[in-house]
């Protein structure tokens, strides 16, 4: 799905989320057994439309979930502004273009499909059978679920991403000594990648959903942005870290959204890393040595702009723990205090991985 379709998808899913007022009124039509066609569209196009939204009665009223189930109980679908915020006209009969494809069998969903299709407009159609809230928008098609299922669902997945995100933090504490010690595998490296893209795989997939349950699920977005926090920032400095030649952040950015879309395997991650291996156990044979942005950064806590000085200067962390004093405090942005900060803390570490 194209990134602006989408994003206009996930804010229309937005109007009809648990806790606005447009969702009050679904929920009431659904209770009520009802059933109902509702499109939204740019109030100053509505006149243009008469040959495909045809007859009904203008009402050009301000919406109120009150209003919306009353006009419901009549034939024929509403009209409403796009902004959700003024009903135009109601017992309105829809003519669209019948060669519009639509995968729909019900009357009212396929009249839906093929009205969102032919104006790009969004539709709505509950179901009076299966009371089932179906958004159509352009060429897409969003299906809202019953709200304790959905709950379920994602509860249930960010679980289970606590329970990964637990693991990956674990296996970044390993890394840590591995990296000081100089004796990090690449298949070490990769695998801990793959951990990371999963959890932003599996959580990309829950996104949607806790959108849908609008302020039912302000909770579970808590959960889920702990989740992610940092997780980002973690994987791009890894690849800097790794990456068979030198790379800046954005260049690092680029190759984060290319594992995104590849296999979450060894062999593929590596090559995507700049490395020529042909199977798993020539990633897992082969031995590398970070460069040190992400200790720098998370352990030391020194500027981006300082931690590329150093890099240069030393070109690996374990290097780096090597030296002494007088010689880090000479790389630029450095100086004694920082320099001495900088060695007692790796060792700090060092010390606490034994």
């Excluded at 997939?205 to 942005?225: A, D, K, M, P, Y």
């Excluded at 990633?283 to 300082?306: A, F, Q």
């Excluded at 090597?322 to 320099?339: F, H, M, S, W, Y």
Aim: a positive charge.
């Amino acid at each position: 799905m194209p990134e602006v379709i989408e994003h206009e998808l996930i804010e229309k899913i937005k109007l009809l989320s648990p806790g606005t007022k447009l969702r009050k009124a679904l929920d009431d039509i659904i209770h009520a057994q009802l059933g109902a066609l509702i499109v939204f569209i740019d109030e100053e196009e509505f006149p243009k439309y008469s040959s495909i939204l045809q007859a009904g009665f203008k009402l050009d009223c301000p919406f109120s979930p009150e209003r919306l189930y009353e006009l419901s109980k009549m034939d024929g679908a509403i009209v409403m502004d796009k902004n959700a915020s003024k009903i135009l006209a109601a017992n309105v009969h829809i003519v669209p273009d019948p060669s519009i494809s639509t995968t729909e069998t019900g009357t009212r969903h396929r009249t839906a499909e093929r009205l969102a299709k032919q104006l790009g407009v969004m539709v709505v159609a509950v179901s009076k059978r299966r009371n089932v809230v179906t958004l159509y928008y352009k060429d897409k098609k969003y299906v809202f679920g019953d709200i304790n299922l959905v709950l379920t669902k994602v509860g249930q997945t960010i679980n289970a991403l606590e329970r990964f995100r637990e693991s990956f933090d674990k296996s970044l504490e390993v890394l840590d000594k591995l990296e000081i010690e100089g004796s990090v595998s690449l298949g070490s490296v990769c695998e801990i990648l793959i951990r990371g893209i999963e959890i932003k795989s599996i959580s990309s997939s829950i996104e949607t959903s806790i959108i849908e349950l609008g302020v039912e699920g302000r909770l579970s977005q808590l959960r889920l942005r702990e989740v992610l926090k940092d997780l980002d920032e973690i994987l791009i400095l890894i690849i800097m870290d790794y990456s068979k030649k030198d790379i800046t952040e954005d260049e690092a950015k680029q190759i984060l959204e290319t594992m995104l879309k590849i296999d979450h395997r060894l062999v593929p991650f590596a090559k995507v890393l700049g490395y020529d291996v042909v199977n798993s156990q020539q990633v897992s044979d082969t031995i590398v040595r970070p460069r040190g942005y992400r200790i720098l950064k998370n352990e030391v806590h020194i500027p981006m702009n300082i931690s590329q000085n150093v890099i240069k200067s030393f070109r690996s962390i374990d290097q780096l723990v090597k030296t002494n004093p007088n010689v880090l405090q000479k790389v630029e942005g450095i100086g004694d205090k920082r320099a001495r900060a900088i060695l007692r803390r790796l060792r700090e570490i060092k010390k606490r991985r034994q």
